[in-house]
């Protein structure tokens, strides 16, 4: 059916940038809104940003300045630019995508996770 991988989190010291990208793949007719959300232990999960087909973007206001999120329609793929990094940003980063499949239903589908640490 439907899979979105994530890739490119890993280890960065703080002030450091890492890109995690999303890809989409399976029966999908049509991606709507896609976006990351973020888990810490201990701490609740988050959402981080979103993107709707037409472009528009919405973030949580602790990675507004530093986080840019875009996405590539042809590719099906989602993207997270992350500057100036935070310890507060680490966490397990997941890709969610709002889709129509090939079938017509319309739902939310998720990847499985990135890790991202920010550490010295």
């Known amino acids: 059916q439907v899979h979105l991988v994530e890739s490119g989190g890993g280890l960065v010291q703080p002030g450091g940038s890492l890109r995690l990208s999303c890809a989409a793949s399976?029966?999908?007719?049509?991606?709507?809104?896609m976006g990351w959300y973020r888990q810490a232990i201990g701490k609740q999960r988050e959402l981080v940003a979103t993107?709707?087909?037409?472009?528009?973007?919405n973030y949580v206001d602790s990675v507004k300045g530093r986080f840019t999120i875009s996405r590539d329609n042809a590719k099906n793929t989602v993207y997270l630019q992350m500057n100036s990094l935070k310890p507060e940003d680490t966490a397990v980063y997941y890709c969610?995508?709002?889709?129509?499949?090939?079938?017509?239903?319309?739902?939310?589908?998720w990847g499985q996770g990135t890790q991202v640490t920010v550490s010295s």
């Open positions: 969610y995508g709002e889709l129509t499949l090939d079938w017509g239903t319309r739902g939310d589908y």
């Open positions: 399976g029966n999908i007719f049509s991606i709507y809104t």
């Open positions: 993107i709707t087909s037409g472009g528009s973007t």
